[in-house]
């Protein structure tokens, strides 16, 4: 009853219908509980203060089967003062890289075409693009990184992204050739400005490359936790596809990524301005989907449950090892591992602290649970018994880096897709 579940209107919209189709048919499978914007990690003399809690369902349209939260956050308090940066990881600047290479190999970029990236963070992604010669900006509207872009050498304009963003840059610097949007579509609620916002700022034969999690993996392999505030939309292809028709686009590229759990890269043209169809690619991957169930409920509802089974294992196994009197952290300060600790109630009695290796993060507490976060040497220093690993996208990479705590015996908790200790 002390929390304050913030229903302010401007703090909150709650869309009604699917964002896609507009249906009303929206069915409720999970319910992770009311929580605190999951990257909303506070300074030492913010504990103090009220913390919003929001909303944090997720629904299933039963009409064009886009997975979907109702509450809206407002984007402002999510996203102008951001600690998320893909910097951190060797996995994700490599996946960048392979991104500008597919692009040039589809477009021979040079100092006359124009690249553009929403949701562009700290630049790393147009970092890649700038290397194959090409002029490039960002659009974001997290102020804080966009300095940090800029330091980079990436002209950023800061902003959210929408059909008046896209006119006032596309009449300040042109039309863009290449437009990419890595992480960020899955966290725009009007989906359909931000399709007239592409189509306003892409040239006619320019190409639009998409990344996003795949609702195939997250289903998959039980990532509940990747569910929450930012992330509006989780696509299958079918209503991605619905969405793209009505704006003149077609898929010339579709590929399975292994970040972020499991995304897919989607490559667009305009229709009729790309050679042959991609289409066996794309009903092989929507048999795929049907086979996993992801256009009837049913699957969500197991889905659902699955969540509940692994939630009991986990909490089991961590109060089983507190009795036990070992000592245990958390590993990777992740907005999806503050959506874990707070479905799996996992307070500072659980771990005595977290680490991350992003320096914003550091001295900073976890949103809701309040539990320290530290930069990762304090592992070495500090010799937990075990490191629960948050971030479990960057498992290997981590177990990898940490050779170092192994040594001295410290143990690794994986949580997805299932509970593993190494
Ligand atoms: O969509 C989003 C994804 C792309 O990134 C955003 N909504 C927010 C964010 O989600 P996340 O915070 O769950 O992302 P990560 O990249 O999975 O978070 C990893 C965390 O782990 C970072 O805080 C960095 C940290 N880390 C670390 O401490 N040591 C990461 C690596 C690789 C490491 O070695």
């Not at 700290?122 to 804080?144: C, M, Q, R, T």
């Not at 892409?202 to 999690?213: C, K, M």
């Not at 990524?257 to 229709?271: A, T």
Request: net charge positive; hydrophobic share 40%; with cysteine.
């Amino acid at each position: 009853n002390s929390i304050p579940l913030s229903m302010k209107s401007s703090n909150v919209k709650v869309v009604r219908s699917c964002r896609i189709c507009h249906s009303r048919k929206l069915y409720r499978f999970l319910d992770l509980t009311p929580m605190p914007i999951p990257n909303g990690f506070l300074k030492k003399e913010d504990l103090k203060k009220k913390e919003p809690y929001y909303e944090l369902s997720c629904y299933f349209c039963e009409n064009c089967g886009l997975v979907q939260l109702t509450n809206v956050v407002n984007p402002s308090i999510m996203f102008s003062n951001y600690v998320y940066i893909p910097s951190t990881s060797k996995i994700m600047m490599n996946n960048f890289s392979n991104l500008a290479y597919c692009a040039n190999n589809l477009i021979k970029l040079d100092g006359k075409k124009l690249v553009i990236d929403i949701g562009s963070n700290d630049g790393s992604l147009l970092k890649f693009f700038k290397i194959y010669g090409a002029k490039v900006l960002g659009i974001d509207p997290a102020k804080n990184i966009a300095k940090l872009a800029e330091m980079n050498g990436i002209l950023t304009e800061v902003k959210l992204f929408n059909l008046t963003t896209a006119k006032t840059v596309a009449k300040k610097y042109g039309k863009a050739t290449v437009i990419t949007a890595t992480n960020v579509v899955a966290h725009i609620d009007d989906l359909h400005q931000l399709f007239k916002g592409v189509d306003k700022l892409l040239s006619s034969d320019g190409i639009f490359i998409t990344e996003f999690p795949y609702l195939l993996d997250l289903v998959q392999k039980n990532e509940f936790d990747t569910i929450y505030h930012e992330h509006l939309s989780y696509f299958s292809l079918k209503p991605w596809l619905h969405l793209i028709n009505q704006y003149g686009f077609e898929i010339i590229e579709a590929q399975r990524l292994f970040i972020q759990g499991g995304s897919i890269r989607l490559i667009h043209k305009r229709k009729n301005k790309s050679k042959g169809s991609y289409q066996k690619t794309i009903n092989y991957l929507i048999k795929l989907e049907e086979s996993h169930g992801l256009y009837d409920k049913s699957a969500f509802d197991k889905f659902s449950d699955r969540v509940s089974n692994l939630r009991t294992e986990i909490i089991t196994t961590l109060k089983k090892l507190k009795k036990e009197k070992k000592k245990i952290v958390g590993y990777g300060a992740a907005a999806k591992g503050n959506v874990l600790m707070h479905y799996f109630n996992i307070n500072s009695k659980i771990f005595d602290y977290v680490v991350d290796s992003t320096s914003y993060k550091q001295g900073l507490y976890t949103p809701g649970n309040h539990i320290l976060v530290h930069p990762e040497q304090k592992l070495l220093t500090d010799h937990p018994d075990y490191a629960f690993i948050l971030a479990w996208n960057f498992a290997d990479e981590i177990i990898e880096k940490r050779r170092d705590f192994k040594k001295i015996g410290g143990k690794f908790i994986i949580p997805i897709p299932k509970l593993k200790i190494v």
